[in-house]
């Protein structure tokens, strides 16, 4: 099979070259399951575009509504961006649990939605491309669990059948144009079930350690 190295800021040009699917915006998700590199993917791909802005998910979800969002980002992020002004979000605090501030994402270019669920039916129209993080739901889990170490063992206890009836109800992997995963020299990406050119593998090169979502 076909391998190439591809540097992200080469990836990151041809994201600059889609048509905008979000207003003057052109909206990137970037999902997969928990714990498999989406938010260290998405900080090396934002800096590879300049400082695209980043919205993470993880503000946007909460203890009593892991996956219950939609409608905030529409109205929140979508519907300001769909017309060219600076979204204001509200963020969710982890720790104290509940909403307690907020972020401002700009209409820029390219902005990167990550985390579980970005790819979800309700979000993909908005989309002009949709990347999920190609590591096994298990190995990822475990990589999140020892990430988030015994302190976070009841909260992951609670995430991963809701994750496993979100992804059952509304998958995200069969849309997806690329697939991403970690190797030794940076990512491997390859097209996904969605894209529209013949598979092939492609390798970025690596910038900085690994590390995990």
């Not at 802005?53 to 529409?74: E, I, K, N």
């Amino acid at each position: 099979m076909d391998h190439q190295h591809l540097p992200l800021d080469r990836y990151a040009e041809r994201l600059r070259r889609l048509p905008p699917s979000c207003g003057p915006v052109r909206l990137v998700g970037i999902d997969g399951h928990a714990g498999s590199g989406k938010s260290t993917f998405a900080g090396k791909l934002a800096r590879a575009l300049g400082g695209a802005p980043v919205l993470r998910l993880d503000d946007l979800a909460s203890h009593d509504a892991l996956f219950d969002w939609t409608g905030r980002l529409r109205t929140q992020v979508v519907e300001p961006l769909s017309h060219g002004t600076v979204a204001r979000y509200e963020t969710y605090d982890w720790n104290t649990r509940r909403f307690d501030g907020s972020r401002l994402l700009p209409p820029a270019e390219v902005v990167l939605i990550e985390g579980v669920g970005a790819g979800r039916l309700a979000v993909r129209p908005f989309l002009a491309e949709l990347v999920w993080m190609d590591l096994p739901r298990e190995t990822a889990w475990e990589r999140g669990r020892a990430r988030d170490g015994e302190a976070q063992r009841g909260f992951w206890d609670g995430w991963i059948p809701a994750e496993r009836k979100h992804f059952a109800q509304d998958p995200s992997r069969p849309f997806a144009k690329k697939l991403v995963r970690e190797c030794p020299e940076g990512y491997e990406m390859r097209e996904g079930p969605a894209g529209t050119t013949q598979t092939r593998h492609s390798v970025t090169h690596r910038e900085g350690p690994p590390a995990v979502r």
